[in-house]
């Protein structure tokens, strides 16, 4: 059998390719010290002043079948006709991805941090339900799915940086939005309810008249909440910014191909730091109290350890506001593209595999709106690709039930503070970023393809299917009287339990949320009055409460064992706030398990996308990102938010209720119940995407023609497509050239038949 020479491969662009000068192109990688064996259908840039055929005045090349000539307007950056020469010294591709990057970072510090950190607050402070925020958490990317076709449709071929500098103010007006509520609504009043004359004590006076019920939307957990529909519209602007849809783009083509990789890592990285400087940033905010501009601070006697504290949470949204419109305007001064970029693209190979399923001039690659469905399902018979949707879309329900109450369910599960939940969180965020390099570098080093990745998939989730069992690890629960424990320190079960008893029947109390601890048994209750005390202290250590009947010795149990005292409190008093909780070593065994989790979890995230890149033709790589990322959205992070929010409403003790009976927000949460649930949820998504790891792996049938090509490639970037997928040497590829050869013939004979 006669080897396979040069001429034989059929054309990688097609009809229209540079011609390839084979005898300079020889000379020339003998002086550079490199191969000349590259293909000869492999189409070469074209230096500067060289002959193009058909060219004579101008440099032309062809990229994508895009004529390029340098004969255009030129580029400069500025707004309209303002143009000072000293502002072109900012027109370049680094200054490019340092506005992207900020840009990037103020819209994830603001979706994935100061939202999250602030939804317990925002619960409180609007009445709303856990799957009402959960609502809110996933609106911003039913946004992103009702924004992304239009957007890449039109902004492909449009001027990106304006539409990025458009959509980031789009994006700061979102942020106004969300910031709105706050100075819509009443300030907040502590105790609204409570006779200020006995301070909440336990009063046989106290007038009982109930409470007439007038129905308010705007207090009750309705999804008519004005609040809620606020919120709503701030997350829809949010989302319809187009950064990350076309942002890329606008990177990629202004930079060459093997500074591409590097600017886009920077990029991402630029973007993983919002939410760790947002979580720090929004945890301090809510240790501000929320109407410090608008009432007179030495009236407010809690701190902001107290459960009834309120944080400004709407500073974070009103600082991103200012931050974003700020940076849309340097990204709008920015040209349509850099000067450098012809340059690049002149230098750049167009990497089509010969061997596509797709043929270059099918009609389905024109990108016309008609041929659409027969593109998607082009790329949707690829069970390969299928797969990846698959992992995609169990990861993000995972990811954006956790990204969304993350700081929420570490404040149950460690009975920690908001503010101490958020800095917590930020453990999660450097977890990711690792898992992000470590898939990266992993890749890289072992050199993997398409089934080592598939291998590297399938560990990745074991390994975090094993440390999910963290959950199991649980620190020891508050026990609220009346709620979780009765007042005889009897166990209680059901979220129905009454706070009333013999010790506190004639005290008349006020449904009223006022939690004081008794630091002997480490006891809460839910007000001072509904455990029966008669006396009040003003400290400077705040609200201290005596002579409390719910107390007595006598009054528990004697079929039950007395809880476990702590000595080197003082008995008989009761303190304002939750008691504290040490959970010991738990808390740390917890976390460091669930940071190794989250790194397992993302370390499969970079080869999952590689293989999406590469099992599908050249030509539809855009196509093919669009779809991936609508099922993810449709099916994975919208619904994933929502599920976790319902989630936790199940495991809430104890609502809050408005005066007509309707739940508003709740105030205790079953710990135990809440880990058991997350736990379960997390292991269904990881063992359906170990399944369809499995199932990828089998069904996998990579295409010996596109390896025989990348055996023969030279080329530093590696072979001419994104198939470079099988694991297997080229000796244990019994075919390959049998194969080519068939392959050749056939696309001979095609041309021949066309009258190429």
Known sequence: MSPIRDDDLPTANGPNHVPYNHSAAASADTQAGTSSTAPASFTQPQEAGSSVQGTSSSIKSTYNDEEITDEEDPLLCGFGSCTPPWLQVFHTAKWLLFMLGICAFVQSFVVNAIFPVGLSTLEKRFHMTSTQTGII???????????????????????????IGIGTVIMGIGSFICALPHYIIEPYQINQGLNQSDFGACSADRDVTPTTCVPRTDHDASYLNKYFLIFLLGQTFHGATPLFSIGTAYIDENVSQKASPVYLAIHAVVTSVGPVIGLFVGGFLLSIYDDFDRVDMNTITITNADPRWMGAWWLGFLGCAVAAILTAFPILMFAKELPEAKKHRMKDVNQVHVASQVDATDDILKGNMKHLPEAVWNILRNPTFVTTIVLGIFESIVINGFAAFMPKILETLLSTTPTIASYLSSLVIFAAAAGVMVGGVVIRQMNLQVGGMLKMIFVCHVVALILITGFLIQCPSREFVGITIGYGHQKLKGSTNPLTSTCNENCHCQDEWNPVCDRTTRQIYYSACFAGCNINNKTAEGDIWDDCSCLSESFYNISTPAPQLDT???????????????????????????????????????????????????????????????????????????????????????????????????LVHDPYRLSWTIMAVAVVCKLVSILATIIGYVTYRPNDLDNALSVQTTDSRGPLSLTVNDDRHLEEKPGIIENHLESRNTANAVKSENGI
Not at 571 to 579: I, N, P
């Open 568 to 666: 080197s409190a003082e008995s008989g008093k009761l303190y304002g706030g939750f008691c504290t909780q040490d959970c010991g070593w738990s808390q740390w065994i917890f976390l460091v398990l669930l940071f190794f989790s989250v790194v397992a979890s993302f370390a499969s995230g970079i080869p999952s996308q590689q293989i999406m890149l590469r099992v599908i033709p050249f030509q539809q790589r855009t196509l093919g990102i669009g779809v991936h990322w609508t099922f993810l959205r449709l099916l994975g992070f919208i619904p994933g938010g929502v599920l976790f929010g319902l989630m936790i409403d199940t495991t809430c003790l104890k609502w809050q209720e408005s005066a007509c009976g309707k739940k508003q927000s709740c």
């Open 137 to 163: 958490s996933s609106w911003y990317d039913f946004a992103v799915l009702l924004a992304v076709f239009p957007v890449c449709h039109w902004g492909n071929t449009g001027h990106k940086g304006r539409w």
